[in-house]
């Protein structure tokens, strides 16, 4: 069992930049591959962005490529979304979810339905 709890959402203005984080706990978090994923009001929850267990790979949703960085501390339990040149069309809530039961690939890693572990999400709001 691993729990996730995400941070650093908030209101900002397009074109600023926002840093968020998912801290999990519970097991031994380098055994996890982990994404970021968005819902928008009225949508369904997208693929943002994953990382690998050793960080050594990374795969990004098209609209974001360029502008989000994922990385992670695996010292610290912790995995990050960089997220700059934000804008009115990056408004949603942010969820960060882990998985330890497949190998790592990039089809796996975007599937919403390959994961396990599920954070609360945390709110992002762009104002243009």
């Known amino acids: 069992q691993v729990q996730l709890v995400e941070s650093g959402g908030g209101l900002v203005q397009a074109g600023a930049s926002l840093r968020l984080s998912c801290a999990a706990s519970?097991?031994?978090?380098?055994?996890?591959?982990v994404g970021w994923f968005r819902q928008a009001p009225g949508k369904e929850r997208v693929f943002v962005a994953t990382?690998?267990?050793?960080?050594?790979?990374?795969y990004y949703e098209n609209s974001v490529k360029g502008r989000f960085t994922i990385s992670r501390d695996n010292a610290k339990n912790t995995v990050y979304l960089q997220m700059n040149s934000l804008k009115a069309e990056d408004t949603a809530v942010y969820y960060c979810?882990?998985?330890?039961?497949?190998?790592?690939?990039?089809?796996?890693?975007?599937?919403?339905?390959?994961?396990?572990?599920w954070g609360q999400g945390t709110q992002v709001t762009v104002s243009s």
């Open positions: 979810a882990a998985d330890s039961q497949y190998p790592y690939s990039i089809r796996y890693a975007s599937n919403l339905g390959s994961y396990e572990y």
């Open positions: 519970g097991r031994t978090f380098t055994t996890f591959t």
């Open positions: 990382i690998s267990r050793d960080s050594g790979t990374t």
